[in-house]
């Protein structure tokens, strides 16, 4: 069964930058969205980022203006570059993959594990 895996959360300061990225263990059907989603302890679910086959991308306003998403369709891999983070930006990041948005916001199609990003002050 293919899987997404996602990779470079960590621990960052204030300020600082990280850079997700995820890709496919396997073939998935290239003109999926994809985006990454996130959750801290006792919060829903959030929408971070989308973005379409074609480029066209949808940011949470909590996050515009420092986020940026990405992608590369030959290898389904989508990157997450993450600038001036803070701490309430500290939560599991999920990486997922589905043909339209309204399925994953449902949480349907493919996802990753997720990968811990916690943003200390």
């Known amino acids: 069964q293919v899987q997404l895996m996602e990779s470079g959360g960590g621990l960052v300061q204030a300020g600082g930058s990280l850079r997700l990225s995820c890709a496919p263990s396997?073939?998935?059907?290239?003109?999926?969205?994809m985006g990454w989603y996130r959750q801290s302890p006792g919060k829903k679910r959030e929408l971070v980022a989308v973005?379409?086959?074609?480029?066209?991308?949808d940011v949470s306003d909590s996050v515009k203006g420092r986020f940026t998403i990405s992608r590369e369709n030959a290898n389904n891999t989508v990157w997450l570059q993450m600038n001036n983070l803070n701490p309430e930006d500290t939560a599991r990041y999920y990486c997922?993959?589905?043909?339209?948005?309204?399925?994953?916001?449902?949480?349907?199609?493919?996802w990753g594990q997720g990968t811990q990003v916690t943003v200390s002050s």
């Open positions: 997922a993959a589905a043909p339209t948005i309204v399925a994953l916001n449902n949480g349907y199609g493919l």
């Open positions: 396997g073939s998935v059907n290239s003109r999926n969205i």
């Open positions: 973005i379409s086959s074609d480029g066209a991308v």
